[in-house]
């Protein structure tokens, strides 16, 4: 447990995780009639409305759907390496075409999905392809510059994510985030928003700290680092949280900072799950009652070929992990 989060909740009720548990027992026969039982733990996550099965055996089962999965030839022209071949915000967005700060670049990007849907390059003088070799400056100058776009449009809602490796839907190897600044939350932030405000997040928070799962607290920004105890989208999810502030765009520059730092730390720690992963941005505005987070999750390995982990419950909201959040949380720490 971090005593000065836990000093910080102190007047907080933690949520009772215990209600939300069950273990059930699973019986199969297997072909020659040999009894077989698995322990599944089920947890429910009830900010997101999702539910967990907690099944440590599963990954062991045969996998037969796979196929070989041939690269394109490398690429020698990425265009996130120069910016003169990316697009540019448009006169209508009201932006400039580009802006950098040091080695960090955003602009329009190409296909924009909406008014305003931003590419942000960590570093674009360096054709980085594994998000392990930014520096924690280069994550703090992305991060800052999305945030200052954020502001210049004056839309309330403005998030950050990142796709990287093609499971995980990138289209370029070269490592980048996405953004949206618009007039309201995104689908799934909207959800939680109803279900989960600051008080939820903070006894949430409290009761994760309680079992452990907490990795660190930056005490002066109040940012809390932490593995899920009921992941909502993947096998496991690591959160970086503002626990005092709702919106990215708000951000103040201690508290990017604080964010960047766990960025930094939370692709070492995913990198040695999968090559490949997302980061999904939950922001609201600066006067919605609520905290401001993001999610990295895992997407399955490239080492197991064209196998996914997303499937059929996934979509219906239920998750299988085979990895314990305790576990992780425990190898995390061994990494810092
Ligand atoms: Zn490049």
Redesign the pocket.
Known sequence: MINELDEYLKDVQAADLASLETSITSNVLDPLENPISFNIKLRKNPAFGTKSRIDLERETRRVELTAELKPRAL?ND????DPKKCANFAPETGLEKQYIQNKAITFSNWYASGIIHGIIVYN?TT??TNPIDLSHEEWVDGLSLVRKIGKLTKKKYVSLHNNYGLKAAAS???FHGQYHCEDEPLAMTKRTMKNADKGYWKSWVKALNNMNLVLDFDQKTKTVFFVEWSPAFGKVELVIMNLENPSFVNLSDDEIDAVAKYMHRSVRIIREISDQFNVLNFSAALDDNYCNHFRIIPRAPMTISLKAWQGYLEFMGETVPHIDPNKLADAARDMS
């Open positions: 690429m990425c265009m996130f390496c674009y054709h980085i370029l190897e070269h």
